[in-house]
């Protein structure tokens, strides 16, 4: 069985790579794999707060094994089966597995649809902070572990919130076979399910995955929408300035020529 140590080991190893850069603390390559690692390893051991065949359902999508999830949706009950392929279709984007996400899809999961990873369970999540707190190994500020810091060790939640459209996965993973499969199922490349959030294009280029950039424009995704939207805020609350997606993809590392495509002449100072 796995102990609590063998989970928070593998934790601490995956937070240290994490924090380990300041710019971005979560790098999302990393983050989509070690979300699969650790659901991967937790799952079999009763950790995520749902029914036990949910755990085996997670392992199955993680394994790539789609006959026998396709058997173990069908077998829910109608108003299970429909939620559950949903998260199913999260756990397969972070799991970069194009197939599964195309069955999926091609079984009536939403490709527009927001998703939940599963939520660990309180008993164990509290557990293992309290464990992290002792750990001697711990190498933090010399200040108490932030929740920040909890969060680098454990990857899932307690309380549900949505992960997104698998769309926003694929372009943050920088998964483009992944893209491919859920543009092809004609996935809104613009939507925005997150009030005040970011659509799949603004995920991509503020994380520098410049294949996903390219896929999603090559696809029609609109680089001026998010500036038009600054813009209208910059009037109404009299700000200077706000960054601009050509900027941020300047941040971001992109090549110029991915750069010059996300310049909007109405908004971006420089073109």
Known sequence: MLSRIAFLALGLSLARQAIANDSHPFQPPL???NQTVLMRKLAPQGAFDVPPAVNTLMVNVIDGKLPQVRQQLSAMPTADAVRWRQSALIIAAYANNPTIVGALLDDGAAVDGSGWMPNLKQSFHDQAIDDIK???NWQTNPKPITDFEEAAVLWFP???GSDGTALII???????ATLDVLLQHHANVDANPFANGMNALEVAVSLGNTASVQRLLDH???ACAEDRVIHRRQLEQKINHSST??????RGKLPDNVIARLTCPAFDPVH
Not at 245 to 250: D, M
């Open 158 to 160: 307690v309380k549900a």
């Open 31 to 33: 983050v989509c794999q």
């Open 170 to 176: 694929a372009a943050r993973c920088n998964d483009v």
């Open 245 to 250: 997606i050509a900027e941020r993809g300047r």
């Open 220 to 222: 029609g995704a609109d």
């Open 134 to 136: 002792k750990d001697p």
